[in-house]
């Protein structure tokens, strides 16, 4: 059964970090691309950052570049999202996701391509 555990969410202060992972279990991350979407109270399902199977490419929504950094450790079947200087707009459930059907070298950032979704976790920035 192929699935995905998002972990690392929390409480956080503004301008604190925190580093979310999502683990695959069921099948191996190397040949998928792998993608990091949010949902914030009342907004719609946004793409955060996504990065390639090949992990040589990847891609940020404006609102996170300079801030936070994907990552995949494929020995690990693990990919990670580190986030810095986070704002009180970040507060949203992170979920991660994986597809195999685009190219290993692309890393799009549409919902639309992404067939194996975890669970989500929650991240809070508030003082």
């Known amino acids: 059964q192929l699935q995905l555990v998002e972990s690392g969410g929390g409480l956080v202060q503004p301008g604190g970090s925190l580093r979310l992972s999502c683990a695959a279990s069921g099948f191996t991350l190397n040949y998928y691309a792998i993608g990091w979407f949010r949902q914030g109270p009342g907004k719609e399902l946004e793409g955060v950052s996504c990065i390639s199977s090949s992990g040589g490419s990847t891609n940020y929504a404006d609102s996170v570049k300079g801030r936070f950094t994907i990552s995949r450790d494929n020995a690990k079947n693990t990919v990670y999202l580190q986030m810095n200087s986070l704002k009180p707009e970040d507060t949203a459930i992170y979920y991660c996701?994986?597809?195999?059907?685009?190219?290993?070298?692309?890393?799009?950032?549409?919902?639309?391509?992404?067939?194996?979704w975890g669970q989500g976790t929650q991240v809070t920035v508030s003082s």
């Open positions: 996701a994986a597809t195999g059907r685009i190219n290993a070298t692309q890393s799009i950032c549409d919902r639309r391509w992404y067939d194996y």
